[in-house]
């Protein structure tokens, strides 16, 4: 009996030290993480009046923005909202603002390379709908990716939001390309 004891001890401390080893040789792994994006998202009803014409016009915005916050440069990033486009940024300069697959995306930053995000490098991803309906249920979900691995513990690369009515923002020409 004290025999199957002893191995029962010896089985349990092995398994222990295995668990402990496994998780101190995956914290260097953690410690060299590349990056850490960081997705969020909103949609907002938008008023904008033509200075020529003055007539007004309503569209709805879809907002999603993708931050690199970690201290490292991420590749192969690639952004998008369930439902709605999926790009890879290209390189933009700061402050300036290119359309594709039917979307507009700008970076305060600017991306020097496509697809690449230097720390702390951005970019937003503008889908647009003609018209707003106050009150208007709306729900939109977006990710980002990229080759390297991130710390799901801290951000995830997915944001949600839903709301009853997009907010009415008064928007002059020159504030948005």
């Known amino acids: 009996m004290n025999k199957k004891i002893t191995r029962s001890l010896v089985v349990a401390a092995t398994a222990g030290a295995v668990g402990a080893g496994t998780l101190l040789a995956a914290a260097p792994a953690h410690?060299?993480?590349?990056?850490?994006?960081?997705?969020?998202?909103?949609?907002?009803?938008q008023k904008t009046k033509d200075a020529k014409t003055g007539k007004?016009?309503?569209?709805?915005?879809?907002?999603?923005?993708?931050?690199?916050?970690g201290g490292r440069t991420?590749?192969?990033?690639?952004?998008?909202?369930?439902?709605?486009?999926?790009?890879?940024?290209?390189?933009?300069?700061?402050d300036a603002s290119y359309r594709t697959n039917g979307v507009t995306v700008s970076s305060r930053s600017g991306i020097k390379k496509t697809g690449v995000l230097g720390a702390g490098d951005n970019f937003v991803i503008s889908q647009n709908a003609a018209g707003c309906r106050n009150p208007e249920p709306y729900a939109i979900v977006a990710y980002a990716t990229a080759k390297q691995g991130d710390d799901l513990l801290n951000r995830p690369n997915l944001a949600t939001e839903s709301g009853i009515a997009p907010r009415v923002v008064t928007v002059l020409p020159h504030q948005f390309r």
């Open 31 to 45: 410690a060299t993480n590349a990056g850490d994006l960081w997705v969020s998202t909103t949609v907002v009803c």
């Open 74 to 94: 991420l590749t192969g990033v690639r952004a998008g909202q369930i439902g709605g486009a999926e790009i890879t940024p290209r390189a933009v300069k700061a």
């Open 56 to 69: 007004t016009t309503q569209t709805t915005r879809r907002l999603v923005s993708v931050v690199n916050t």
